[in-house]
């Protein structure tokens, strides 16, 4: 560090001892600022840049220790290097100076010698912390910088893992006529359970913005299996006998696999992997009743009673070959008679809590249900 470029901050009651080491730090090409006591100098501090201090320790007011504390406990002024200047009869208070963070000591009358090594070696030790320092900002802006590069390619592959699961679930709705905009509807349901689910003690814990986002995305995927359903029963347009239902009950565990198989190639995508509890479970119910296997309760992954209910509210208020579509009233009467054993039970207050916005984005996602309605008249 240059004497030119250096700013010493000399902190004196006595006007004489502030010019006498003033005139020493001045000859050696240092700038210097001049603080008559503990205030002025802490006041100075607090509105300009110095490269070291040179204090006194027995000051009137406020003593040099007090001065130091003040320094070492300022976050933007620790890391300045104070040299404490003493009479020999005050070295035991000075070492207590050191203790609490001085860089160095010197003894009244100074020595011009001794004066240049101390203030030469305070210097350094403060120049290396600045490169140190300089070292980290810019090893964190790079860090800054990668994360963000990285989070853009992930939202990049994101946004296009999202896009190709949403058109492979559109493939597969689009052997069903009947469905209109009803995965569009799905997600937006689903979001909105899971968020007003998120606000409650119970679910705190296990929805949070990843959940959200992985379930916004993989619910498209719930009926994935009915692309192995043939068609005359998944086209069917009456009633399926016990035969035809029993392979309709098929289609969780065809989606499931065809998943798993996904995932046995491209391991690690939480959205797949959501996309298997939905696909699986969507169609079990909270007494058991549900298949493919019957599970009770909790047993069943939260995802896939969150869409339960959104997948049920949304076949109840659209149009279907054997039936029309219901009011939201109706819906509404059905679900909550449901609750405890179709539904979760939270599920259903959660839905109760977000009703409008159920409704909103029925009206929003209208789809070709008026098309259909039209084509099962014609039909």
């Not at 130091?68 to 208070?93: C, D, F, G, T, Y």
Request: hydrophobic share 40%; with cysteine.
């Amino acid at each position: 560090m240059k004497p030119d470029s250096t700013t010493i901050l000399v902190v004196d009651d006595s006007e004489l001892n502030r010019e006498h080491l003033g005139f020493r730090l001045k000859r050696d090409g240092y700038t210097t600022l001049m603080a008559e006591g503990g205030h002025s100098a802490l006041k100075i501090l607090q509105e300009t840049e110095v490269d070291l201090i040179m204090l006194d320790y027995m000051m009137p007011d406020m003593n040099g220790y007090e001065v130091l504390l003040n320094i070492k406990a300022n976050q933007r002024l620790l890391h300045i290097p104070v040299v404490m200047v003493s009479a020999l009869e005050e070295l035991e208070s000075v070492i207590k100076c050191i203790e609490a963070g001085a860089d160095d000591f010197m003894t009244k009358p100074v020595n011009s010698v001794l004066l240049r090594a101390r203030i030469n070696n305070s210097l350094n030790k403060k120049r290396l912390w600045d490169q140190e320092q300089q070292s980290h900002e810019k090893l964190e802006y790079m860090n800054k910088s990668l994360k963000k590069k990285v989070q853009r390619q992930v939202e990049a592959i994101t946004s296009a893992q999202m896009a190709t699961i949403f058109a492979t679930s559109k493939l597969a709705e689009s052997r069903d006529p009947e469905t209109g905009d009803h995965l569009e509807r799905l997600r937006e349901f689903c979001r909105v359970l899971s968020e007003e689910l998120q606000k409650t003690e119970r679910f705190s814990n296990i929805i949070n913005s990843e959940f959200i986002t992985a379930i916004y995305a993989a619910s498209p995927l719930h009926d994935i299996g009915k692309v192995g359903i043939p068609d005359q029963i998944l086209l069917k347009p009456g009633k399926l006998n016990d035969n035809e239902w029993e392979i309709m009950r098929t289609h969780p565990i065809i989606g499931a696999n065809t998943l798993r198989a996904v995932v046995a190639k491209h391991p690690g995508n939480a959205f797949v992997e959501m996309g298997i509890n939905i696909a699986e479970y969507h169609h079990e119910k909270w007494d058991g009743s549900g298949y493919p296997y019957g599970l009770v309760g909790e047993a069943i992954p939260l995802e896939a009673r969150i869409l339960a209910l959104a997948d049920v509210y949304d076949a109840l208020t659209s149009v279907r070959c054997y039936k029309p579509a219901f009011s939201h009233e109706k819906s509404r009467s059905i679900i909550v008679e449901s609750s405890s054993s179709h539904f979760d039970p939270d599920i259903v207050h959660a839905f109760l809590n977000r009703e409008d916005d159920f409704i909103r984005i029925k009206k929003q996602y209208r789809g070709d249900d008026e098309n259909v309605q039209q084509n099962i008249k014609t039909n």
